[in-house]
């Protein structure tokens, strides 16, 4: 895949016609928490659509964006992407871009909306159908991901949830559909996630899946293997999967669900061997195959689920009960991931009654994670923003946005929603829940999420301090306090290697990826230790110490330390990192090359520290011809770099960024990459989508629709900041000589 284009199906947005009317539509957001309404044709909309809404909806935005003179230095092209990328700031200060690309959440939420009868607005499922439809592949089926060549999981999901959202089993696209799945073999080869959901939808037995034995709940939490050592988001699945298979949560059969077991089997429904569909998955769904190890865990577990005791059921279902309240609880409704908050909603709904407030919060909360897009409603994989903010802001502050009063409003904003997404408390008894304290933390969406991630809580930090320190005007400061429970919960998170994991401090050990059961993604049983947390922990400490040296001064020493080992230690020979939250070896090291400039390690008179030269060349050696850096999102699966064939803005940034963070000397390099942003931007002064952003767990991606903007502003700044004499910089410099100027304090 070339250019991005993948991103959209159907040559384009517009192919599929809007569902609904789109000026209609309106965005609001409450300290972080988003929510799109549809106003009715019956009523009066109360005011015009803004900038963001109309940019978002993809329609015409003349008026707020006008054409403007194609920049022809980083300064105008920053400034000009500045001016527009401000007009997007949400009224509560936050940027609101999307976070999207796992196919499964909307029809997962679906089909608890089904089970729980809960009813969405119609508008909604219109525009959830025609994203559903835009992502059609040309052979009728899905992936699981933007990325993916269809598969059994997501052919299956989208298609009940076509139906459900009331498309006819004629109805062509459906026909396709079908015609795609029944060549896979029908619905049975679906992988563990599915086949829970299809068993709730009544439409698969749960005798036909390997038995999550519910009872390791009640285990004591030393026994290895235990859940509480697994990664948030692996233990918070299983979980909800568990309880789900524990009480044999179903729907009840109904015409929809009989038609639905004609349509998506070959075989007879009523004739299928239920236990012998246990391992059957297939071949394109297969990201993470069982190892021997957890074949014999299975048939241990599925031997017991035969004879089970009740009263330890009983007491399984009750501990699991228990922990899905503490998470609605802590994170008012919207769950560690959208994946777990289909499970919860519906668990909700059994649990605690139709007319529960529990129940009634839940689905209040579904709106937090919808989100319209160019091609229809889509459910966020996350909210991004907090992370998106900080960056926003870290390169608006780059640029001197700070001395020009028209930017005074949106930074204050900006800082007033930073300080409003800082956790200021832990929850309730929290290690019962295997939580960790997050008093100080800040997430990757918004506070009430209460899911605090380490590079989230660095990043927003030191976005807040230095919209402190460079911006006179911002008078109500965020309590030093605040700041010590910040750099508190960081020191927390520290891992025996010396590098930093993204939830929680790592638990469990490698050994535990050998019991992944997911099928359908590695790599993500334990919170690892990543680069890109270690990296900007470290920036965020650094940061910190400046202001206050005399605050946990040795033990800030000797994280910033061992962190800089961890970062050498995991350095790969050729000089780059392993990013794993972004694609891929460009934006690891990108993370590196940070690490090294926030402790100081940058060149000076043309030379560096060996780890620093080499990362520098590796990133040198894949500049590509026109200037620009571009890697393919496979990387991450083959560990190795895969070069793209079109470079890409975001990439090009990320190397941009990483190289000017060391200050490499050869300015011409950098010359030639901020070309390509420059040339690249669009006339109202945002730059076009390209390809996909980020991967994880090995079979994952996402789209983060903010990317393409923030980190080319971000590399422009920089650069006009760092080189103010390049004839690429600025216009009134052109004649003079190209150098560059060498600043003390490294990228921090
Ligand atoms: C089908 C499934 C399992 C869906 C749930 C997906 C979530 C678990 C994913 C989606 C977005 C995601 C990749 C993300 C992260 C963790 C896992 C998430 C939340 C984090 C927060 C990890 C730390 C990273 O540095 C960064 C902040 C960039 C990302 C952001 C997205």
Redesign the pocket.
Known sequence: MSDGTCLRRRKGAHEIEPKTDLTRWRFSSVEGRQKWYYVASSEECAREQNALEAYTLGLDTSKFFPDLPKASTAQEAVQKAIKFFSGLQAEDGHWAMECSG?L??APAILMSCYAAKISLPEEVERELLRYILSKQLPDGGWGLHLKEQSTVFGTTFSYIAMRILGLGPDHPDVVRARINLHKKGGALGIPNLGKVWLAIMNLYSWEGMNSPFPELWLFPTWLPGHPSTYWC?ARH?TLAMSYCYATRLTVEEDELIQSLRQEIYVEDFSTIDWPAQRNNIYEADLHAAHSWMLDAAFATFNLYERYHFTSFRKQAIAEMYEQIKADDIFSNATNS???CKAFHVLISRYADGADSPAFQEHISRIYDYLWIGQDGMLIK??G?QT?DTSFAIQGFLEAGVQNNPDYASCLKKAHEFLKASQIVDNPPNYQRYYRQMNKGGFP?SNRENDWI?S??TAEAMRTLMLLEEKCPFIEDHVAPQRLFDAVNVMLNMRNSDGGFS?YETRRGSWLLEIMNSSEI?ADCMVDHT?I??TSSVMQGLKHFRKRFPNHREDEISDTLNKALQYCRNMQKADGSWLGR?GVCFTYGTWFGLEAFACMGYIYRGGEACKEVTKACEFLVSKQMKDGGWGEEFESYRFRKYIQHTVSQIHQTSWALLGLMAVRYPDVRVLERGIQVLIDRQTLIGEWPQGDIA?A?YKA?T?HYNAYRIIFPIFALARFTRLYPSSPVAKELLKNGSVHAVQSQNGGC
């Open positions: 796992v499964s959440l988001h699945i991931s959208p994946t994989v996350m991004s992370w990757f991630v590079d989230c993204s993604y990543y890109e947390c939250w980020t994880f994952g996402l």
